[in-house]
């Protein structure tokens, strides 16, 4: 059954998906969409994973200090006929829980299979600990994007392009710079393979010294992104987290990957995006641009990788993916294949 919306939940005997439920194990499948984590579903029978709908990761329960699942949103609409050879596995921000379909439209119309991966469900979650902490869940999602039943059915593992925002564009990139996990063939197309993140944080400690003074009479950002917040991810929540000092904390250090060796990347192909450093200060302005195009230069210095850096200073901080989001397909798809 291809084409229905519905919900996938994995880690459970009993998967449900849109109207109809799967029971593992049972001699009778209801008619309906279908969900489930067995390989079944994939390789063999007449069912076949729903090209569009949501996966529920049940397994990243526990990851994180978090009892919240993370989730993908998928839309495999071109490539219900034939597996799509493009994937373009997006990263939410912050907010979490939430997924606006019109922001990867533009790639489903060009034929790429899209996954959208919500780490957590809230942004109460989004926000409890330090990036690097969060590396498990991001590596069970893509995991799932990469090689589970909906990707073995509808993407040929060829192309594989990441993008994200804000959390989405920082959390991912603290992995690639303080693990191995992207060494992993999972985290690989077998062709080009490459990274566009928007506006991430990549130095904790000027993050914070922005947000501390930018709203009206010089007091602390409270939205898009709050400065208590921000402190809470790395000093714990309460009234002594401002008391906190970041440039000495040892996981806003972990956090901190403008001076990691760009040997570490093993996605050799990235561009990264600031946004908003001519807007005012919170409101445009969330995350400082330097760290940002420095992490770049470093990366493309290197003579076995590239970085693009670019600056949309007139975007906010909210605005620029959906406003530019398609700007990250024209610059993949113009990367030599290895």
Not at 18 to 32: H, I, K
Not at 62 to 81: K, M, P, R, Y
């Amino acid at each position: 059954m291809t084409g229905d919306a519905g919900t996938v939940t994995e880690g459970a005997d009993t998967v449900a998906e849109g109207e109809g439920t799967v029971t593992e194990g049972a001699d009778t499948v209801t008619e309906g969409t279908v969900t489930s984590l067995s390989d079944s579903l994939s390789t063999g029978g007449d069912l076949s994973p729903s090209a569009v709908g949501t996966i529920t990761l049940e397994d990243c329960r526990g990851l994180a200090s978090s009892n919240e699942v993370c989730s993908l949103t998928t839309d495999a609409t071109a490539c219900i006929e034939r597996p799509c050879p493009k994937l373009i596995v997006a990263f939410s921000g912050g907010e979490e829980g939430e997924v606006d379909p019109e922001l990867l439209a533009g790639y489903v119309v060009e034929g790429w299979a899209t996954a959208w991966i919500n780490a957590f469900e809230t942004p109460i979650a989004s926000g409890a600990v330090p990036y690097l902490d969060e590396q498990a869940r991001y590596d069970r999602a893509i995991r799932e994007a990469t090689t589970g039943a909906w990707a073995r059915a509808h993407w040929s593992g060829e192309h594989l392009l990441f993008v994200g925002i804000s959390h989405g564009a920082t959390a991912p990139m603290v992995a690639i710079a303080r693990t191995v996990l992207d060494e992993h063939v999972y985290w690989h197309g077998t062709g080009k393979t490459a990274g566009c993140f928007f506006d991430g944080s990549y130095d904790p400690s000027a993050t914070a010294e922005l947000l501390s003074t930018g709203a009206e009479g010089e007091q602390p950002c409270t939205l898009p992104v709050s400065y208590q917040r921000w402190l809470d991810r790395y000093c714990g929540r309460g009234p002594r987290a401002g008391d906190c000092e970041l440039s000495t904390n040892p996981a806003a250090l972990a956090d901190a990957i403008v001076d990691v060796d760009p040997a570490q990347f093993a996605i050799r192909d990235l561009r990264l995006v600031e946004c908003g450093s001519e807007r005012e200060v919170c409101a445009g302005d969330v995350f400082p641009a330097g760290p940002i195009a420095t992490l770049c230069s470093r990366i493309d210095a290197d003579e076995l990788r590239t970085c693009t850096y670019d600056s949309l200073p007139n975007l906010t901080h909210i605005a620029c993916l959906r406003a530019r989001g398609d700007d990250c397909r024209v610059w993949f798809d113009a990367l030599p294949v290895p």
